[in-house]
């Protein structure tokens, strides 16, 4: 069932400086893997795009191609809004993807379901495909809230502008992110079930093939196992991705 080429995305978060461009490249060259098998995906800090869209545009025949996506952007096109970036200029620096309503956003930003919605909608008008992120906390799964609070921010954060276009929705528990902490397989499962109903529910059949990754401390002694369970769509991969050698194994677990 669903979609068969696994997505694997590496959130670089703040880290990496030019210097990390090496890596990067020696990443491309190692990824054997055939551009049908997987989808790999890096989100580097933004001052990172540009170069590493220009470096990974010139993949060998053979190697996959390496796509780049941005972390944030904001809902507005453009204005006086100091620091922040629009989905145009994630687009226009090389990106076709970028990571919507990660809990760090959520945390430490205060963004709300309305304003990821917000900006999913931008994202999909400037032709970038939303990875949007959605989790619950420790506290609401020992409260037995986990798959309410998942199709919660399902119905809130992803806008009916989603029906027919290509994204992704990546399941991150926030106590798995960065902890070494993973849901048992049969928590991952059921929990993927429920976002498949719940995205059914809001957008359509439309939504019945849409990759549900799943992401929190996917490490290469993982992988093979959590990208094995039923509806798991590929993978959101922090800490682990700022590794090559770490990296190209989860890709390989494919
Ligand atoms: C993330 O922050 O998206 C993430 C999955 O982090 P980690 O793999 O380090 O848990």
Redesign the pocket.
Known sequence: MKQSVKMIVG?W?MNGVSASLDEARALQAALQVGPAAVRVALCPPATLIAPMASAFGQATSNAAVVEIGGQDCHPATKGAFTGSISADMLRDAGARLVILG?S?RRAGFGETDTDVAAKVEAALTAGLEPIICIGETLEQRKAGAAIAVVQAQIAGSLPQALVGRAFAVAY?PVW???TGLTPTLEQIAEVHAAIREAMVGTLGETAATTPILY????NPGNARKILGVEDVGGA?????SLKAADFISIVRAV
């Open positions: 959130n978060k990660h760090e991150e798995a992110i960065g992401g929190g401390s996917v959101l991969v922090g800490g682990a």
